[in-house]
């Protein structure tokens, strides 16, 4: 069967000729004979320091680069492999010209925002132990759930809430 991948960006305008053609929230149609399937491309965080949370997540989770991007010797922008999507890191500056404006910014401080960026794997106390060495500000150390499952949530050096847990059963 023939497959055909088609992008959509939600931000057309931005410097994605600059990069690699993608930015931001991406997602993936696949064309298929039953219908359209969606997948998730990319997750993108936008930081202050966009070095310093690339570290953290090579040392927290042994993710690999997959691309940096640098303008006058500055990073803005840096991609990470996963198993799934491919996470992103991006500064402000490129969030902004993204955004056309400002926008609602990550921080340590005060309470984390409604959403969680799940890594999973069997090693969750490892994983987490490394995370917090690498600079992770603990929110709820590894716990068994009446499922079975275990987790435990954590927010990186930017303030972006994490969970480390087991693959659910099913």
């Given amino acids: ?6 992008y959509i960006n939600f931000e057309p305008d931005f410097m994605a000729q600059r990069l690699t053609g993608f930015y931001g929230y991406c997602f ?12 998730l491309g990319f997750v993108v965080i936008y930081v202050e320091d966009v070095q310093e949370v690339l570290n953290f997540y090579q040392q927290a989770f042994d993710l690999k ?7 006058h010797d500055s990073l803005l922008y840096a991609e990470l492999e996963t198993e799934g999507a491919i996470l992103g890191i991006a500064s402000h500056i490129m969030g902004k010209d993204s955004f056309k404006g400002d926008y609602q910014k990550l921080t340590v401080k005060g309470l984390p925002f409604g959403q969680t960026m799940v890594f999973v794997t069997e ?21 068994g759930k009446p499922w079975g499952q275990t987790v435990a949530y954590l927010r990186d050096t930017a303030g972006t809430l994490i969970e480390i847990c087991t693959p659910m059963n099913g």
């Fill in 28 to 39: 993936f149609i696949k064309r298929e004979e039953k219908g359209i399937v969606m997948k």
């Fill in 65 to 71: 680069v997959r691309m940096e991007y640098k303008e």
């Fill in 123 to 143: 090693e969750v106390h490892q994983k987490w132990d490394d995370a917090v060495k690498a600079g992770a500000v603990t929110v709820l150390a590894p716990h």
């Fill in 1 to 6: 069967m023939v497959q055909k991948y088609f």
